[in-house]
């Protein structure tokens, strides 16, 4: 039996905190506002994991981002989902999360409270072939420049602003 996305059960949010649940393809064609995940992957020497979303995305198909991640599920923490979802995007796995902070994130396209990490990962990336098209390590810099040139996702981007901004410095 093949797994429906849309109909994964999502953990709605208001105010920071959970409020109740709805189907993944209600809160996308309604925008409702739910939870999500970011995780930023480095590894030792300080590079970036950078991708390119595939074009079957259910949001911003096909642009670049610096982060891993996705929706909350329901009854999920955001921890265990930021895990899940660097697991499932990249394949990594084993490594300890750290914080980057929370914050609220919305537009036409998505409106949720975004719990964001980072981690260290020096081991082989495994890319979900559903969701990755491309992916390279990128010097810091190297990003910064990338993020000035293509099409990334304005949720990273405006999320990790702050973040961004200490690494063009």
Known sequence: MDHDPGAELVALYDDGRPVGVAPRHRVRAR?????????????????????????GKDVYPGRYDFCAGGVVRAGELPADSAAREVAEELGVTGVQLLSLGESDYADVSARYHAFLFTCTYDGTITWQPDEVAWGAWVAPRRLATMIDELDFVPDSVALLHRWLDALRA
């Open 31 to 55: 925008n409702l506002p739910h939870a999500a995940t970011a995780v930023v992957v480095r590894n030792t020497a300080g590079d970036v994991y950078v991708h390119r979303r595939t074009n």
